[in-house]
């Protein structure tokens, strides 16, 4: 079988994506688990959580200064979240084009917030949007020892 030459790095990136309250509450966790499963995507950590106020402040540090800051952090304290970290070949990429535009007017059908969304504030998930800051966003909600070291058996598939 010939198979192009990936390197472990390549393999291995990382990204942080959130159900947000709304997707929650909205039975929309499977769904959404599904899209990234399906697509051949590593789960490597999940919890289910009320995020607090400090910590979603500062999940979105770098908005602190727009008009919304303050409704957004208050939207994503409004009820439990799921937190997870997806592993594969161009993940941060991939997961955004899975996500769709940050506004769901824009998100083609076919994209999650394209199919299950309206407004711009009530936009069901999270994706980090560059390799670094998948980085900054894993370390800021989980701690090393919650992320599982395993072998995924469709691994050589993908
Ligand atoms: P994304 O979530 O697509 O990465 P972002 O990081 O620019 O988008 O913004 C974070 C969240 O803030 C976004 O998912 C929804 C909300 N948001 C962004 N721009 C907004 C706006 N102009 N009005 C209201 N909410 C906004
Ligand atoms: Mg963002």
């Given at each position: ?16 994506i ?6 929650v ?19 490597v ?114």
């Amino acid at each position: 079988m010939v198979r192009p030459a990936l390197t472990m790095a390549s393999i291995a990136e990382r990204t942080f994506i959130a159900i947000k309250p709304d997707g929650v509450q909205r039975g929309l966790v499977g769904e959404i688990i599904k899209r990234f499963e399906q697509k051949g995507f590593k789960l490597v950590a999940m919890k289910f959580m009320h995020a607090s106020e400090d910590l979603l402040r500062e999940h979105y540090i770098d908005l602190k200064d727009r008009p919304f800051y303050p409704g957004l952090v208050e939207y994503m304290h409004s009820g439990p979240v799921v937190a997870m970290v997806w592993e594969g070949l161009n993940v941060v990429k991939a997961g955004r084009v899975m996500l769709g535009e940050t506004n769901p007017a824009d998100s083609k059908p076919g994209t999650i917030r394209g199919d299950f969304c309206i407004q711009m504030s009530r936009n069901i998930i999270h994706g980090s949007n560059s390799v670094e800051n998948a980085e900054i966003e894993i370390n800021l909600w989980f701690t090393p020892d919650e992320l599982v070291d395993y072998t995924c058996c469709e691994h050589e598939w993908i």
